[in-house]
């Protein structure tokens, strides 16, 4: 393997232990203003220290993320369909290389629709998109995305999609957490990271964090289940204590209820600013 490629791959995938800690926000793309990502920076900031690399569009990228912060940032380059429009698998590639060049990122992701009516645009766009970047050693995640049908999708499915999508040269994959998953990682000859997939309660999202890393998953990439919780910050931490410190589902949320008791300034969560009261100027005395 190339080493910038390489190189790159590490910013996401620690070389210490093997695993990932992303943080997905970039449902806007095709969600608009979703619910808690209304102003990305307000949701982002906050839990930036706490991920090991960064998954948005190029749009949150600029507008949002302070280019001070040394954040590993995996590239959302696909799009072109909307929630209320009349097919999510629709999409094409929406931002160059050239681009993602110029934005120092560490990888790209697109999402891939197999057995959707655009199946074979978006696996043509990746087979190509591997080809791009590969001239300048960035790789890839695909994402087996699912639509609206997410119940359906089982673990002979996604073994499917993860598959194809490693064998049209995605270095790591990133999909849902089903039963049986193991069948769907050791399927899978490239990496596989998990989405969260919509909001649960803590609790279960702490527990398919688990699973999926006992399955075999190198990491997860989460979005809604972190930054729509209540306490978005307590949750990363929780997770992160999963993903890279070999925490039970007990014990993570343990720690999850410990720093939810603490407080926001321990959390570093946004603080309620109590506007100053105003005064009214003293008189100069004559
Ligand atoms: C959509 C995506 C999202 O990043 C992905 O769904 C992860 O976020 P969540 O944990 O909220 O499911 O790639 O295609």
Redesign the pocket.
């Known amino acids: 393997m190339d080493w910038g490629l390489q190189n790159r791959l590490s910013r996401i995938i620690k070389p210490a232990d093997g695993k990932a800690v992303m943080l997905?926000v970039?449902?806007g793309y095709f969600l608009g203003p979703t619910e808690s990502l209304e102003v990305p920076r307000k949701t982002i900031q906050p839990l930036l220290k706490y991920c090991d690399s960064l998954?948005l569009t190029r749009g949150v990228l600029r507008t949002s993320v302070d280019a001070h912060f040394p954040i590993p940032v995996v590239l959302r380059v696909s799009g072109g369909s909307s929630i209320i429009g009349e097919d999510l698998s629709n999409e094409k590639i929406t931002t160059s290389v050239k681009d993602a060049i110029r934005l120092n990122v560490s990888a790209l992701a697109m999402?891939i629709f197999v057995g959707a009516k655009h199946e074979h645009d978006s696996l043509v766009s990746l087979g190509n998109l591997v080809n791009e970047a590969g001239e300048y050693g960035i790789p890839v995640l695909a994402?087996t995305?699912v639509g609206k049908e997410l119940k359906k999708r089982d673990a002979r499915y996604l073994s499917l999609a993860c598959r194809i999508a490693a064998e049209f040269g995605a270095h790591m994959v990133?999909t849902y957490y089903c039963d049986d998953f193991e069948k769907v990682v050791n399927s899978c000859p490239v990496p596989v990271i998990i989405?969260?997939?919509p909001k649960l309660a803590e609790k279960e999202a702490l527990e398919l964090a688990f699973n999926a890393i006992k399955a075999g998953a190198v990491g997860v990439?989460?979005?809604?289940?972190i930054w729509q919780s209540d306490h978005p910050v307590p949750m990363i931490r929780a997770v992160r204590a999963i993903v890279h410190g070999h925490q039970n589902v007990t014990q993570a949320y343990d720690f999850f209820k410990k720093l939810v008791k603490e407080g926001p300034t321990q959390n570093n969560e946004p603080q309620k600013v109590n506007k100053p009261k105003k005064t009214k100027p003293k008189r100069k005395s004559k």
Do not use: E
Not at 221 to 225: F, K, S
């Open positions: 997905a970039d449902h998954m999402s994402v995305a990133k989405a969260g997939g990439d989460m979005g809604r289940n």
